[in-house]
C-alpha cells in the first residue's frame, strides 16, 4: 500500500516538473525547490512504515516463541509475509531509483 503512494507521488512529481519546464520566473524555483523535500519526505515515510512493520513482526514472532497464548500463528505469518513482501517491493523501487540516476548522469548534455 505505501509503496503504491510512493510511485503515485513520484508520477505527480514528474508530471508538475514537466510542466514547469522552460516556462522560467519565480513559480518555476519555488516548485522545484519544494520538490525534493516533498519527495524526501515521503521516502524517509515509506521507510520508516516498512522498518515498524518488520519490528512488529519480529516482536510477535519472538512473542509466539515464547509460548504467549494471545499470539496466533496465522497472524504471525502473516505480519511477517507483509513485512517481507513490503521490504522487497521497497529494494525494487531502490533499484529502479538507482537505474533512473544512472539513466540521467549519463546523458550526454
Do not use: C, W
Request: aromatic share 4%.
Amino acid at each position: 500500500m505505501q509503496i503504491s503512494q510512493v510511485l503515485a507521488e513520484m508520477r505527480a512529481l514528474q508530471a508538475r516538473a514537466s510542466a514547469g519546464i522552460g516556462t522560467g520566473g519565480i513559480a518555476e524555483s519555488s516548485t522545484a525547490a519544494a520538490q525534493p523535500s516533498d519527495f524526501a519526505n515521503l521516502l524517509r515515510g515509506a521507510v520508516d512504515h516498512i522498518a515498524t512493520m518488520q519490528n512488529q513482526a519480529t516482536s510477535l514472532a519472538d512473542a509466539y516463541e515464547a509460548g504467549d497464548k494471545s499470539v496466533d500463528l496465522t497472524k504471525v505469518m502473516l505480519e511477517v509475509q507483509k513485512a517481507g513482501l513490503a521490504f522487497r517491493a521497497m529494494t525494487e523501487v531502490r533499484n529502479k531509483l538507482v537505474d533512473a540516476y544512472q539513466q540521467v548522469m549519463n546523458m550526454s548534455v
